[in-house]
Protein backbone atom coordinates (compact mmCIF):
# COMPACT_ATOMS: atom_id res chain seq x y z
CA UNK A 1 0.00 0.00 0.00
CA UNK A 2 1.25 3.63 -0.71
CA UNK A 3 2.00 6.77 0.66
CA UNK A 4 -0.53 9.15 -1.50
CA UNK A 5 -0.34 13.52 -1.21
CA UNK A 6 -3.55 14.60 -2.26
CA UNK A 7 -3.44 18.58 -3.71
CA UNK A 8 -6.93 19.87 -4.52
CA UNK A 9 -8.31 23.46 -3.63
CA UNK A 10 -12.32 21.38 -3.24
CA UNK A 11 -12.19 20.23 0.34
CA UNK A 12 -15.00 18.03 -0.92
CA UNK A 13 -12.75 16.47 -3.48
CA UNK A 14 -9.97 15.99 -0.91
CA UNK A 15 -12.61 14.68 1.11
CA UNK A 16 -13.92 11.97 -1.55
CA UNK A 17 -10.01 10.90 -2.67
CA UNK A 18 -9.29 10.22 0.79
CA UNK A 19 -12.30 8.38 1.72
CA UNK A 20 -11.70 6.09 -1.83
CA UNK A 21 -8.14 5.96 -1.11
CA UNK A 22 -7.96 5.11 2.68
CA UNK A 23 -10.76 2.42 1.52
CA UNK A 24 -8.18 0.99 -0.85
CA UNK A 25 -6.60 0.63 2.00
CA UNK A 26 -3.76 3.85 1.25
CA UNK A 27 -2.47 6.00 3.62
CA UNK A 28 -3.24 9.29 2.52
CA UNK A 29 -2.17 13.37 3.46
CA UNK A 30 -3.97 16.29 1.94
CA UNK A 31 -2.85 19.41 0.65
CA UNK A 32 -4.91 22.36 -0.64
CA UNK A 33 -2.68 24.37 -3.02
CA UNK A 34 1.02 23.85 -4.77
CA UNK A 35 2.46 25.61 -1.44
CA UNK A 36 1.24 23.10 0.53
CA UNK A 37 2.69 20.50 -1.27
CA UNK A 38 6.02 21.99 -1.10
CA UNK A 39 5.55 22.60 2.73
CA UNK A 40 4.23 18.56 3.10
CA UNK A 41 7.18 17.37 1.19
CA UNK A 42 9.73 19.43 2.59
CA UNK A 43 8.97 18.49 6.15
CA UNK A 44 8.21 14.64 4.95
CA UNK A 45 11.85 13.95 5.51
CA UNK A 46 11.89 9.58 5.78
CA UNK A 47 7.85 9.65 5.76
CA UNK A 48 8.13 10.94 1.86
CA UNK A 49 4.97 10.10 -0.20
CA UNK A 50 5.46 7.30 -3.10
CA UNK A 51 2.75 9.03 -5.20
CA UNK A 52 1.37 12.98 -6.25
CA UNK A 53 -2.04 13.46 -7.49
CA UNK A 54 -2.13 16.91 -7.50
CA UNK A 55 -4.78 19.19 -9.55
CA UNK A 56 -3.81 21.09 -12.89
CA UNK A 57 -5.31 24.30 -11.49
CA UNK A 58 -5.26 25.77 -7.95
CA UNK A 59 -5.47 29.11 -6.77
CA UNK A 60 -2.07 30.26 -5.55
CA UNK A 61 0.41 27.41 -6.50
CA UNK A 62 -0.87 25.29 -9.26
CA UNK A 63 -0.34 21.69 -9.90
CA UNK A 64 1.57 22.25 -12.73
CA UNK A 65 3.87 25.21 -11.11
CA UNK A 66 4.51 22.40 -8.02
CA UNK A 67 5.47 19.65 -10.19
CA UNK A 68 8.06 22.35 -11.65
CA UNK A 69 9.51 23.32 -8.34
CA UNK A 70 10.03 20.14 -7.01
CA UNK A 71 10.88 18.68 -10.21
CA UNK A 72 13.94 21.57 -10.28
CA UNK A 73 14.49 20.73 -6.53
CA UNK A 74 15.20 16.98 -7.77
CA UNK A 75 12.18 15.38 -6.26
CA UNK A 76 11.87 12.49 -8.53
CA UNK A 77 8.28 11.17 -6.60
CA UNK A 78 5.91 10.17 -9.19
CA UNK A 79 3.30 12.46 -9.97
CA UNK A 80 -0.17 12.25 -11.50
CA UNK A 81 -1.85 15.07 -12.82
CA UNK A 82 -5.88 15.43 -11.96
CA UNK A 83 -7.53 17.71 -14.50
CA UNK A 84 -10.83 18.68 -15.40
CA UNK A 85 -9.96 18.74 -18.98
CA UNK A 86 -11.02 15.94 -20.63
CA UNK A 87 -7.82 15.58 -22.56
CA UNK A 88 -5.15 16.68 -20.11
CA UNK A 89 -2.34 16.04 -22.77
CA UNK A 90 -3.78 19.16 -24.04
CA UNK A 91 -4.00 21.75 -20.84
CA UNK A 92 -1.25 23.00 -19.67
CA UNK A 93 1.90 20.73 -18.95
CA UNK A 94 5.04 21.66 -20.95
CA UNK A 95 6.68 18.54 -22.30
CA UNK A 96 10.09 18.62 -20.44
CA UNK A 97 8.58 17.68 -17.08
CA UNK A 98 8.13 14.45 -16.11
CA UNK A 99 4.67 13.44 -15.75
CA UNK A 100 3.56 9.66 -14.46
CA UNK A 101 -0.05 10.28 -15.84
CA UNK A 102 -3.12 12.13 -16.17
CA UNK A 103 -6.12 11.42 -14.01
CA UNK A 104 -9.17 13.22 -15.68
CA UNK A 105 -12.14 14.00 -13.60
CA UNK A 106 -15.12 12.83 -12.88
CA UNK A 107 -12.23 10.21 -12.03
CA UNK A 108 -12.33 7.01 -12.37
CA UNK A 109 -11.32 5.62 -9.06
CA UNK A 110 -10.66 1.59 -10.44
CA UNK A 111 -8.42 3.18 -12.91
CA UNK A 112 -6.83 4.83 -10.33
CA UNK A 113 -6.01 2.22 -7.76
CA UNK A 114 -4.75 0.08 -11.00
CA UNK A 115 -1.92 3.07 -11.85
CA UNK A 116 -1.10 3.71 -8.27
CA UNK A 117 -0.46 0.22 -7.98
CA UNK A 118 1.76 0.22 -10.90
CA UNK A 119 3.46 3.14 -9.70
CA UNK A 120 4.26 2.07 -6.23
CA UNK A 121 5.59 -1.40 -7.68
CA UNK A 122 8.07 -0.09 -9.90
CA UNK B 1 -9.30 64.29 -56.03
CA UNK B 2 -9.22 63.82 -59.78
CA UNK B 3 -11.61 65.87 -62.39
CA UNK B 4 -14.32 64.05 -62.42
CA UNK B 5 -15.91 62.41 -65.27
CA UNK B 6 -18.75 64.78 -65.69
CA UNK B 7 -16.56 67.79 -65.31
CA UNK B 8 -14.34 66.70 -68.06
CA UNK B 9 -17.75 65.89 -70.13
CA UNK B 10 -18.80 68.85 -69.78
CA UNK B 11 -15.28 70.86 -71.05
CA UNK B 12 -15.20 68.54 -73.38
CA UNK B 13 -18.54 69.26 -74.87
CA UNK B 14 -18.41 73.39 -74.10
CA UNK B 15 -15.02 72.91 -76.41
CA UNK B 16 -16.39 70.76 -79.05
CA UNK B 17 -19.58 73.08 -79.36
CA UNK B 18 -17.34 76.70 -79.43
CA UNK B 19 -15.89 75.01 -81.97
CA UNK B 20 -18.64 74.14 -84.37
CA UNK B 21 -20.26 77.33 -83.33
CA UNK B 22 -17.37 79.40 -84.08
CA UNK B 23 -16.74 78.11 -87.44
CA UNK B 24 -20.52 78.33 -88.15
CA UNK B 25 -20.52 81.54 -87.58
CA UNK B 26 -17.80 82.50 -89.39
CA UNK B 27 -18.91 80.84 -92.33
CA UNK B 28 -22.29 82.01 -92.04
CA UNK B 29 -20.92 85.90 -91.89
CA UNK B 30 -18.11 84.99 -94.49
CA UNK B 31 -21.81 83.79 -96.60
CA UNK B 32 -23.73 87.12 -95.98
CA UNK B 33 -20.62 89.40 -96.84
CA UNK B 34 -19.76 87.43 -99.74
CA UNK B 35 -23.70 87.72 -100.92
CA UNK B 36 -23.54 91.17 -99.91
CA UNK B 37 -20.94 92.18 -102.39
CA UNK B 38 -22.14 89.78 -104.85
CA UNK B 39 -25.36 92.26 -105.01
CA UNK B 40 -23.44 95.44 -104.82
CA UNK B 41 -21.31 94.51 -107.58
CA UNK B 42 -24.47 93.07 -109.44
CA UNK B 43 -26.74 96.51 -109.27
CA UNK B 44 -23.41 98.38 -109.77
CA UNK B 45 -23.15 96.63 -113.31
CA UNK B 46 -26.81 96.77 -114.00
CA UNK B 47 -26.80 100.37 -113.20
CA UNK B 48 -23.55 100.64 -116.08
CA UNK B 49 -25.33 98.34 -118.73
CA UNK B 50 -28.59 100.79 -118.14
CA UNK B 51 -26.44 103.88 -118.26
CA UNK B 52 -24.58 101.62 -121.96
CA UNK B 53 -28.18 101.17 -122.56
CA UNK B 54 -29.53 104.95 -122.82
CA UNK B 55 -26.23 105.47 -124.63
CA UNK B 56 -27.08 102.97 -127.01
CA UNK B 57 -30.24 104.31 -127.80
CA UNK B 58 -29.30 108.35 -127.65
CA UNK B 59 -26.57 106.98 -130.45
CA UNK B 60 -23.84 108.43 -128.33
CA UNK B 61 -20.56 106.24 -129.37
CA UNK B 62 -22.70 103.63 -130.16
CA UNK B 63 -19.96 100.74 -130.35
CA UNK B 64 -18.36 101.58 -126.98
CA UNK B 65 -21.79 100.88 -125.61
CA UNK B 66 -22.52 97.63 -127.17
CA UNK B 67 -18.76 96.26 -125.81
CA UNK B 68 -20.34 98.22 -122.31
CA UNK B 69 -23.31 96.37 -122.55
CA UNK B 70 -21.47 92.41 -123.44
CA UNK B 71 -18.47 93.62 -121.01
CA UNK B 72 -21.38 93.87 -118.42
CA UNK B 73 -23.00 90.47 -118.62
CA UNK B 74 -19.75 88.81 -118.77
CA UNK B 75 -18.97 90.69 -115.61
CA UNK B 76 -21.76 89.34 -113.72
CA UNK B 77 -21.75 85.64 -115.03
CA UNK B 78 -18.12 86.00 -113.82
CA UNK B 79 -19.76 87.56 -110.38
CA UNK B 80 -22.24 84.58 -110.51
CA UNK B 81 -19.78 81.78 -110.65
CA UNK B 82 -17.69 83.40 -107.79
CA UNK B 83 -20.29 83.16 -105.23
CA UNK B 84 -21.54 79.54 -106.27
CA UNK B 85 -17.58 79.03 -105.34
CA UNK B 86 -17.95 80.67 -102.00
CA UNK B 87 -20.76 79.20 -101.50
CA UNK B 88 -18.60 75.88 -101.82
CA UNK B 89 -15.93 76.97 -99.50
CA UNK B 90 -18.48 77.99 -97.09
CA UNK B 91 -20.36 74.63 -96.78
CA UNK B 92 -16.45 72.84 -96.65
CA UNK B 93 -15.89 74.98 -93.76
CA UNK B 94 -18.88 74.36 -91.79
CA UNK B 95 -17.95 70.84 -92.83
CA UNK B 96 -14.52 71.19 -91.27
CA UNK B 97 -15.85 72.66 -88.52
CA UNK B 98 -18.29 69.38 -87.49
CA UNK B 99 -15.76 66.99 -88.68
CA UNK B 100 -13.24 68.17 -86.18
CA UNK B 101 -15.84 68.21 -83.28
CA UNK B 102 -16.61 64.86 -83.74
CA UNK B 103 -13.24 63.86 -83.56
CA UNK B 104 -12.66 66.03 -80.61
CA UNK B 105 -15.74 64.18 -78.98
CA UNK B 106 -14.65 60.84 -79.57
CA UNK B 107 -10.74 61.07 -78.51
CA UNK B 108 -12.10 62.53 -75.84
CA UNK B 109 -14.74 59.42 -75.35
CA UNK B 110 -11.98 56.97 -75.51
CA UNK B 111 -9.62 58.74 -73.08
CA UNK B 112 -12.14 58.76 -70.48
CA UNK B 113 -13.27 55.12 -71.04
CA UNK B 114 -9.59 53.96 -71.31
CA UNK B 115 -9.52 56.10 -67.68
CA UNK B 116 -12.59 54.40 -66.52
CA UNK B 117 -11.63 50.99 -67.59
CA UNK B 118 -8.37 50.09 -65.04
CA UNK B 119 -10.21 50.90 -61.58
CA UNK B 120 -13.50 49.68 -62.75
CA UNK B 121 -11.45 46.34 -64.01
CA UNK B 122 -9.64 46.23 -60.37
CA UNK B 123 -12.96 47.13 -59.03
CA UNK B 124 -14.78 43.61 -60.17
CA UNK B 125 -11.66 41.85 -59.18
CA UNK B 126 -11.32 43.15 -55.76
CA UNK B 127 -15.49 42.07 -55.48
CA UNK B 128 -14.68 39.11 -56.30
CA UNK B 129 -11.60 38.72 -53.97
CA UNK B 130 -14.07 39.93 -51.57
CA UNK B 131 -16.65 37.50 -51.89
CA UNK B 132 -14.26 34.81 -51.97
CA UNK B 133 -13.60 35.56 -48.08
CA UNK B 134 -10.54 37.76 -48.64
CA UNK B 135 -11.30 40.63 -46.51
CA UNK B 136 -7.76 42.05 -46.62
CA UNK B 137 -8.95 43.01 -49.98
CA UNK B 138 -8.68 47.01 -50.94
CA UNK B 139 -8.37 48.76 -54.31
CA UNK B 140 -6.33 51.79 -55.29
CA UNK B 141 -8.56 55.04 -55.03
CA UNK B 142 -7.44 56.50 -58.64
CA UNK B 143 -9.05 57.21 -62.17
CA UNK B 144 -12.06 59.97 -62.38
CA UNK B 145 -13.64 61.31 -59.87
CA UNK B 146 -16.44 58.54 -60.12
CA UNK B 147 -14.35 55.76 -60.18
CA UNK B 148 -12.46 57.32 -57.30
CA UNK B 149 -15.28 57.90 -55.05
CA UNK B 150 -16.53 53.93 -56.19
CA UNK B 151 -13.06 52.74 -55.23
CA UNK B 152 -13.32 54.59 -51.73
CA UNK B 153 -16.55 53.19 -51.34
CA UNK B 154 -15.49 49.37 -51.65
CA UNK B 155 -12.44 50.10 -49.85
CA UNK B 156 -15.25 51.81 -46.82
CA UNK B 157 -17.64 48.49 -47.51
CA UNK B 158 -14.81 46.01 -47.17
CA UNK B 159 -13.35 47.81 -44.25
CA UNK B 160 -16.62 47.44 -42.16
CA UNK B 161 -17.28 43.82 -43.45
CA UNK B 162 -13.89 43.04 -42.00
CA UNK B 163 -14.50 45.27 -38.76
CA UNK B 164 -17.94 42.90 -38.42
CA UNK B 165 -16.60 39.77 -39.22
CA UNK B 166 -13.99 40.26 -36.50
CA UNK B 167 -16.42 41.00 -33.43
CA UNK B 168 -17.74 37.86 -35.00
CA UNK B 169 -14.91 35.96 -34.18
CA UNK B 170 -14.21 37.70 -31.44
CA UNK B 171 -18.24 36.62 -30.14
CA UNK B 172 -17.22 33.18 -31.49
CA UNK B 173 -13.88 32.88 -29.37
CA UNK B 174 -15.78 34.21 -26.38
CA UNK B 175 -18.19 32.00 -26.89
CA UNK B 176 -16.07 28.86 -27.01
CA UNK B 177 -14.24 30.21 -24.18
CA UNK B 178 -17.36 29.88 -22.37
CA UNK B 179 -18.45 26.61 -23.33
CA UNK B 180 -14.59 25.61 -22.23
CA UNK B 181 -14.86 27.01 -19.02
CA UNK B 182 -18.09 25.92 -18.41
CA UNK B 183 -17.48 22.37 -18.99
CA UNK B 184 -14.33 22.63 -16.89
CA UNK B 185 -15.77 24.52 -13.88
CA UNK B 186 -18.75 21.82 -14.03
CA UNK B 187 -16.77 18.99 -14.11
CA UNK B 188 -15.50 19.65 -10.04
CA UNK B 189 -18.94 19.74 -8.85
CA UNK B 190 -19.41 16.69 -10.56
CA UNK B 191 -16.63 14.78 -9.73
CA UNK B 192 -17.79 15.07 -6.11
CA UNK B 193 -21.57 13.72 -7.02
CA UNK B 194 -20.67 10.99 -8.79
CA UNK B 195 -17.52 9.65 -6.53
CA UNK B 196 -20.05 9.84 -3.59
CA UNK B 197 -22.77 8.18 -5.06
CA UNK B 198 -20.21 5.78 -5.46
CA UNK B 199 -19.28 5.23 -2.32
CA UNK B 200 -22.78 4.82 -0.79
CA UNK B 201 -23.04 2.08 -3.82
CA UNK B 202 -19.81 0.69 -2.39
CA UNK B 203 -21.96 -0.25 0.90
CA UNK B 204 -25.47 -1.45 -0.64
CA UNK B 205 -25.93 -3.75 1.15
CA UNK B 206 -26.71 -1.01 4.30
CA UNK B 207 -28.95 0.06 1.96
CA UNK B 208 -32.66 -0.20 1.32
CA UNK B 209 -33.38 -1.55 -2.23
CA UNK B 210 -35.06 1.95 -2.11
CA UNK B 211 -32.20 4.19 -1.50
CA UNK B 212 -29.55 1.74 -3.94
CA UNK B 213 -32.36 2.37 -6.58
CA UNK B 214 -31.95 6.54 -5.61
CA UNK B 215 -28.59 6.13 -5.96
CA UNK B 216 -28.48 4.14 -9.23
CA UNK B 217 -30.53 7.23 -10.68
CA UNK B 218 -28.21 9.55 -9.72
CA UNK B 219 -24.95 7.84 -11.08
CA UNK B 220 -26.88 7.24 -14.29
CA UNK B 221 -27.62 11.02 -14.41
CA UNK B 222 -24.41 12.03 -13.23
CA UNK B 223 -22.71 10.06 -16.39
CA UNK B 224 -25.83 11.47 -18.40
CA UNK B 225 -24.22 14.87 -17.87
CA UNK B 226 -20.12 14.10 -18.30
CA UNK B 227 -21.31 12.76 -21.66
CA UNK B 228 -23.07 15.50 -22.17
CA UNK B 229 -20.43 17.95 -20.97
CA UNK B 230 -17.59 15.79 -23.54
CA UNK B 231 -20.00 16.13 -26.30
CA UNK B 232 -20.37 20.28 -26.07
CA UNK B 233 -16.63 20.28 -25.28
CA UNK B 234 -15.99 17.78 -28.83
CA UNK B 235 -18.58 20.71 -30.10
CA UNK B 236 -17.07 24.16 -28.84
CA UNK B 237 -13.42 22.39 -29.56
CA UNK B 238 -14.49 21.86 -33.20
CA UNK B 239 -15.90 25.16 -33.67
CA UNK B 240 -13.17 26.79 -32.38
CA UNK B 241 -10.91 24.52 -34.54
CA UNK B 242 -8.71 23.33 -31.98
CA UNK B 243 -10.31 19.43 -32.59
CA UNK B 244 -7.29 18.45 -34.01
CA UNK B 245 -6.78 14.82 -35.73
CA UNK B 246 -3.45 12.99 -36.44
CA UNK B 247 -4.78 10.68 -39.50
CA UNK B 248 -2.62 7.47 -40.05
CA UNK B 249 -3.38 5.16 -42.83
CA UNK B 250 -5.55 2.62 -41.04
CA UNK B 251 -7.39 -0.67 -41.62
CA UNK B 252 -10.82 -0.33 -41.95
CA UNK B 253 -12.33 -4.09 -40.85
CA UNK B 254 -10.04 -3.76 -37.57
CA UNK B 255 -11.69 -0.18 -37.20
CA UNK B 256 -15.40 -2.04 -37.50
CA UNK B 257 -14.75 -5.00 -35.34
CA UNK B 258 -13.45 -3.19 -32.61
CA UNK B 259 -16.62 -0.56 -32.63
CA UNK B 260 -18.85 -3.70 -33.00
CA UNK B 261 -17.38 -5.22 -30.02
CA UNK B 262 -18.19 -2.15 -28.07
CA UNK B 263 -21.64 -2.44 -28.58
CA UNK B 264 -22.33 -6.05 -28.98
CA UNK B 265 -22.89 -6.88 -25.39
CA UNK B 266 -26.04 -4.23 -24.77
CA UNK B 267 -27.12 -5.74 -28.39
CA UNK B 268 -27.32 -8.80 -27.66
CA UNK B 269 -28.62 -8.15 -24.20
CA UNK B 270 -31.48 -6.35 -26.19
CA UNK B 271 -31.85 -9.48 -28.30
CA UNK B 272 -30.64 -7.18 -31.65
CA UNK B 273 -28.61 -9.02 -34.65
CA UNK B 274 -25.22 -6.92 -35.39
CA UNK B 275 -23.33 -8.25 -37.53
CA UNK B 276 -20.46 -7.00 -40.13
CA UNK B 277 -20.01 -7.40 -44.13
CA UNK B 278 -16.44 -6.05 -44.94
CA UNK B 279 -15.22 -6.28 -48.66
CA UNK B 280 -11.91 -8.14 -49.25
CA UNK B 281 -8.73 -6.02 -50.17
CA UNK B 282 -10.58 -2.39 -48.85
CA UNK B 283 -7.76 0.19 -49.31
CA UNK B 284 -6.82 1.78 -46.14
CA UNK B 285 -8.03 4.93 -44.65
CA UNK B 286 -6.07 7.52 -43.41
CA UNK B 287 -7.89 8.55 -40.29
CA UNK B 288 -7.25 8.83 -36.25
CA UNK B 289 -8.93 5.51 -35.38
CA UNK B 290 -10.28 6.36 -32.14
CA UNK B 291 -12.32 9.47 -33.89
CA UNK B 292 -13.41 7.42 -36.49
CA UNK B 293 -14.33 4.39 -34.01
CA UNK B 294 -15.96 7.55 -31.95
CA UNK B 295 -18.43 8.25 -34.56
CA UNK B 296 -19.18 4.14 -35.49
CA UNK B 297 -19.72 3.36 -31.84
CA UNK B 298 -22.06 6.48 -31.93
CA UNK B 299 -24.05 5.35 -35.02
CA UNK B 300 -24.51 1.77 -33.79
CA UNK B 301 -24.98 3.01 -30.09
CA UNK B 302 -28.06 5.17 -32.43
CA UNK B 303 -28.87 1.78 -34.49
CA UNK B 304 -29.45 -0.17 -31.26
CA UNK B 305 -31.35 2.47 -29.04
CA UNK B 306 -33.59 3.24 -31.89
CA UNK B 307 -34.45 0.01 -33.19
CA UNK B 308 -36.90 -2.83 -31.32
CA UNK B 309 -35.72 -6.14 -29.80
CA UNK B 310 -35.72 -8.22 -33.24
CA UNK B 311 -33.60 -5.74 -35.68
CA UNK B 312 -31.02 -6.57 -37.69
CA UNK B 313 -27.89 -3.91 -37.16
CA UNK B 314 -25.46 -4.13 -40.61
CA UNK B 315 -22.14 -2.63 -40.52
CA UNK B 316 -20.89 -2.72 -44.29
CA UNK B 317 -17.95 -1.35 -45.81
CA UNK B 318 -16.97 -1.40 -49.55
CA UNK B 319 -14.91 0.78 -51.77
CA UNK B 320 -16.47 3.32 -53.85
CA UNK B 321 -13.57 5.14 -56.06
CA UNK B 322 -11.11 6.99 -53.77
CA UNK B 323 -12.91 6.92 -50.81
CA UNK B 324 -13.87 3.63 -48.43
CA UNK B 325 -17.76 4.36 -47.65
CA UNK B 326 -18.72 2.44 -44.20
CA UNK B 327 -22.57 1.92 -44.10
CA UNK B 328 -24.81 1.57 -40.75
CA UNK B 329 -27.96 -0.38 -42.07
CA UNK B 330 -30.72 -1.20 -39.91
CA UNK B 331 -33.96 -2.43 -40.09
CA UNK B 332 -36.06 -0.64 -37.38
CA UNK B 333 -38.60 2.00 -37.22
CA UNK B 334 -36.83 4.24 -39.67
CA UNK B 335 -36.67 8.52 -39.59
CA UNK B 336 -39.30 10.29 -40.61
CA UNK B 337 -38.10 12.51 -43.37
CA UNK B 338 -38.78 16.04 -41.83
CA UNK B 339 -36.28 14.76 -39.24
CA UNK B 340 -34.06 13.35 -41.52
CA UNK B 341 -33.46 17.05 -42.71
CA UNK B 342 -32.55 17.98 -39.76
CA UNK B 343 -30.81 15.08 -38.56
CA UNK B 344 -27.28 16.08 -38.19
CA UNK B 345 -28.13 19.35 -36.40
CA UNK B 346 -27.46 20.03 -33.09
CA UNK B 347 -29.48 18.90 -30.41
CA UNK B 348 -31.77 16.59 -32.60
CA UNK B 349 -33.30 14.00 -31.59
CA UNK B 350 -35.75 11.55 -32.31
CA UNK B 351 -39.52 10.82 -31.79
CA UNK B 352 -40.02 12.38 -28.59
CA UNK B 353 -41.92 9.17 -27.62
CA UNK B 354 -38.17 7.09 -28.12
CA UNK B 355 -36.11 9.77 -26.19
CA UNK B 356 -36.90 8.81 -22.87
CA UNK B 357 -35.40 5.76 -23.27
CA UNK B 358 -32.88 6.72 -25.21
CA UNK B 359 -29.93 7.87 -23.75
CA UNK B 360 -28.35 10.19 -26.13
CA UNK B 361 -27.15 13.86 -25.61
CA UNK B 362 -28.57 15.14 -29.01
CA UNK B 363 -24.96 16.04 -30.16
CA UNK B 364 -23.79 12.48 -31.40
CA UNK B 365 -24.40 13.23 -35.08
CA UNK B 366 -23.77 16.78 -34.69
CA UNK B 367 -20.00 15.12 -33.54
CA UNK B 368 -19.76 12.63 -35.65
CA UNK B 369 -20.56 15.02 -38.67
CA UNK B 370 -17.96 17.74 -37.55
CA UNK B 371 -15.28 14.69 -36.94
CA UNK B 372 -16.10 13.05 -40.37
CA UNK B 373 -15.65 16.24 -42.01
CA UNK B 374 -12.58 16.73 -40.56
CA UNK B 375 -11.19 13.61 -42.31
CA UNK B 376 -11.99 14.94 -45.38
CA UNK B 377 -15.09 12.86 -45.28
CA UNK B 378 -18.82 13.07 -45.86
CA UNK B 379 -21.78 11.69 -43.58
CA UNK B 380 -25.30 11.25 -45.26
CA UNK B 381 -28.20 9.59 -43.77
CA UNK B 382 -31.29 8.11 -45.61
CA UNK B 383 -34.40 6.20 -44.44
CA UNK B 384 -37.81 4.45 -45.30
CA UNK B 385 -40.11 5.18 -42.46
CA UNK B 386 -40.76 1.57 -41.42
CA UNK B 387 -38.37 -0.35 -42.83
CA UNK B 388 -34.91 1.25 -41.62
CA UNK B 389 -32.38 3.73 -41.93
CA UNK B 390 -28.75 3.84 -43.35
CA UNK B 391 -25.76 6.29 -42.38
CA UNK B 392 -23.16 5.98 -44.52
CA UNK B 393 -19.54 7.60 -44.05
CA UNK B 394 -17.14 7.50 -47.00
CA UNK B 395 -13.49 8.26 -45.80
CA UNK B 396 -10.84 8.98 -48.09
CA UNK B 397 -8.49 6.37 -49.28
CA UNK B 398 -5.10 8.03 -50.47
CA UNK B 399 -4.21 5.16 -53.10
CA UNK B 400 -1.16 3.14 -52.91
CA UNK B 401 -2.45 2.32 -49.53
CA UNK B 402 -3.83 -0.54 -50.24
CA UNK B 403 -4.27 -3.69 -47.60
CA UNK B 404 -2.02 -6.42 -47.65
CA UNK B 405 -3.69 -8.52 -45.76
CA UNK B 406 -7.10 -8.83 -47.24
CA UNK B 407 -8.94 -10.91 -45.00
CA UNK B 408 -12.38 -11.51 -45.93
CA UNK B 409 -14.06 -10.82 -42.40
CA UNK B 410 -17.61 -11.36 -41.96
CA UNK B 411 -18.74 -11.93 -38.03
CA UNK B 412 -21.97 -12.21 -36.71
CA UNK B 413 -23.53 -12.59 -33.48
CA UNK B 414 -27.20 -12.88 -31.85
Known amino acids: MARVLVADDSETILLLMRTRLEMAGHEVQTAVDGQEVMDTLHRSGGEAPDVLLLDAMMPRKSGID ?46 LFITIEKLTAE | MNPSLANRLTIGFAIAFALLAGLAVIGVGRFFQERQDFENATARSYQREATALVRLAQGVHPAAARERISAERRQRRQLRANVSDDTRDTAILVGAGLVAGLIGAVLLFGGLITSMRRPLEELVDASRRLADGDL ?121 EDAARTIRAQTEAGGQTLSTEIEPGLPRVRVEPDRIRQVLVNLLTNAHEYCPADASILVRA ?49 ISKSLVELHGGTIAADSTPGEGATFRVRLPAPTGSSSQSPSPTAAESG
Open chain 2, 136 to 256: DTRVKVGGPAETAALGAAFNEMAGELQREAGRRDQLDRMKDEFVLTASHELRSPLTSVQGFAELLMLERERLSPKQVETVEIILDNTRHLVRLLNDLLDLARSDAGRLAIKPVPTEVGPLI
Open chain 1, 66 to 111: ALRELRAEGIETPVLIVSAHQEAEDATTPADLEVSGYVPKPIDFEA
Open chain 2, 318 to 366: VRVGDEVEIAVIDDGPGIPAEQLEHIFDRFTRGDAGLTQRVGGTGLGLA
